[in-house]
T-cell receptor
Framework: GDSVTQMEGPVTLSEEAFLTINCTYT??????LFWYVQYPGEGLQLLLK?????DKGSNKGFEATYRKETTSFHLEKGSVQVSDSAVYFC????????????FGKGTRLSVIA | DTAVSQTPKYLVTQMGNDKSIKCEQN?????MYWYKQDSKKFLKIMFS???????INETVPNRFSPKSPDKAHLNLHINSLELGDSAVYFC?????????????FGPGTRLTVL
């Protein structure tokens, strides 16, 4: 079945550091790819998404590019802030309709001032 | 105005009890979901409804019974609660369940079974 693998955390960075969180997937056909973020004590919010190969999703300074050749959707941000501290989830939806999100295990990011 | 709301936010109960969690969305979406997040933060789909019809029922014990009285509501009833049911339960909705649709999540219900 479909699956998502993302780098284990926790990741601790200083403010203004560069962030990369790796995400690879296994799926048949052409899944849609998502990054969701969960701030402490809250539900999940969509951060960005890409629905076809070579699409780049971006939001709030975060970016990720859908790479079909490497089955990857790595999350990057050039300069993190303390307010970016959260758990980040890579996820996909499969090829067919009415498909749920399949999540990676999440990566906890802590940014220190 | 909250898009996806859940009640209660916290639920503490004894083993063997029966409890319900309610979810409502005011986005006009057709599809709603229940996800379970375990203590290690891993999220897994439990159920999905499209316009009140059950679409996805993952390998969830039959002590869990979802009910959708209308397409804006999806409730989760749990019978004979067990320790292993302790988790955070998230409701979500999407426009039509399409693979490119964004899913909008509620704030979660933290269930603790003692």
């Amino acid at each position: 079945g479909d699956s998502v693998t993302q780098m284990e955390g926790p990741v601790t960075l200083s403010e203004e550091a560069f962030l990369t969180i790796n995400c690879t997937y296994t799926a048949t056909g052409y899944p849609s790819l998502f990054w969701y973020v969960q701030y402490p004590g809250e539900g999940l919010q969509l951060l960005l998404k890409a629905t076809k190969a070579d699409d780049k999703g971006s939001n709030k300074g975060f970016e990720a590019t859908y790479r079909k050749e490497t089955t990857s959707f790595h999350l990057e941000k050039g300069s993190v802030q303390v307010s970016d501290s959260a758990v980040y989830f890579c996820a996909l939806t499969g090829n067919s309709g009415n498909t749920p999100l399949v999540f990676g295990k999440g990566t906890r990011l802590s940014v220190i001032a | 105005d909250t898009a996806v709301s859940q009640t209660p936010k916290y639920l503490v109960t004894q083993m063997g009890n029966d409890k319900s969690i309610k979810c409502e969305q005011n986005l006009g979406h057709d599809t709603m979901y229940w996800y379970k997040q375990d203590s290690k933060k891993f999220l897994k789909i439990m159920f999905s409804y499209n316009n009140k019809e059950l679409i996805i029922n993952e390998t969830v014990p039959n002590r869990f019974s979802p009910k959708s009285p209308d397409k804006a509501h999806l409730n989760l009833h749990i019978n004979s609660l067990e320790l292993g049911d302790s988790a955070v339960y998230f409701c979500a909705s999407s426009l039509s369940g399409g693979r490119a649709d964004t899913q909008y999540f509620g704030p979660g219900t933290r269930l603790t079974v003692l």
